[in-house]
């Protein structure tokens, strides 16, 4: 079985790429931009999967206010694109759309864990660009010939991860701070906020079973149902690096509207396609901060 990878030579990509043993990957890095329908039709024409993982996305929050529109390209009219196109092609396969936990915005505390029938409320313009994007699949899961399953990944760690991501910028750093015999005060943000960590490497796992399992039009929460305070990470991330670290807290870093606690509810992920976590948080900080030590910059 053939499948296609878009956003193949990303964070994720690059992991999905390694996970899906036995099968023909057909890795589209650096061959279609999904902005390009046509361009997009040509390349489908020549190698058409039996199925679909869509990660490439444009999903820097900040970068998503300082630009928009490109955001919109990317992630709405790129999916627009590949859908279609697919549809042309006689596509009659599974179609995975990678959305993100964000769309649901902010919630209460007693709204905590989150389901996936909690109402999309996006307050930036990548979630926004999401919940479209979501509205498009399920439109083609009753429309367009073939099947569309969601994934809504919360907050997920891993080595090459960008640092910026807090947990890959809280590594790095901390890294820096060893090699370099700096003092151990590390500047951050409001380090009492919550966040639902997952390896990045059971988000794939997740991935690969919705694709297989999951219900056509059905969305799932990919997290792992826990919350854990940024404090606590950093805990980790020092106690890996043999260093005990003193929090400055830097007022021009907090978000006053930020959400305070997020977690997600997996149940109907974990019910409905067998998915379980194999890796532990400490794990998951652990493969970070190697990946750190092993580079050069700082």
Not at 46 to 63: G, K
Request: charged share 25%; with cysteine; glycine share 8%.
């Amino acid at each position: 079985m053939s499948v296609l990878v878009t956003g193949a030579d990303g964070f994720v990509g690059k992991y999905v790429c390694q996970a899906v043993d036995g099968l023909e990957l057909i890795d589209e890095a650096g061959a279609i931009d999904i902005r390009e329908r046509t361009r997009i039709r040509d390349f489908l024409a020549d190698r058409l999967p039996e199925q679909v993982i869509h990660l490439a996305a444009q999903s820097h929050v900040p970068a998503s206010f300082e630009d928009p529109e490109t955001t919109f390209a990317i992630n709405f009219h790129g999916t627009f694109n590949l859908l279609s196109a697919l549809q042309e092609c006689g596509f009659r396969g599974r179609f995975l759309y990678i959305s993100s936990g964000d769309i649901y915005g902010r919630v209460t505390e007693d709204q905590l864990p989150i389901t996936e029938e909690m109402p999309a409320r996006p307050r930036n313009p990548y979630a926004v660009s999401k919940v479209a994007a979501e509205a498009l699949c399920y439109q083609f899961s009753q429309t367009g010939g073939f099947e569309c399953v969601i994934a809504r990944p919360f907050n997920h760690i891993g080595a090459g991860q960008s640092d910026h991501f807090a947990v890959s910028d809280f590594s790095r750093q901390i890294v820096s701070i060893k090699r370099h015999a700096k003092p151990l005060v590390l500047k951050a943000g409001d380090v009492d906020v919550t966040r639902d960590f997952l390896d990045v490497r059971d988000v794939v796992s997740a991935y690969l079973l919705i694709l297989e399992k999951g219900i056509n039009g059905e969305c799932y929460n990919v997290c792992s149902g826990r919350e854990t305070r940024i404090r606590d990470i950093i805990t980790l991330i020092s106690q890996e690096c043999g260093l005990e670290m003193s929090i400055e807290q830097d007022l021009s870093r907090f978000r006053p509207s930020e959400q305070r606690r997020m977690c997600g509810d997996n149940s109907r992920l974990v019910k409905q396609t067998g998915w379980k976590q194999k890796y532990s948080l400490q794990e998951s900080v652990a493969s970070v901060v190697e990946y750190w030590e092993k580079q050069d910059n700082d």
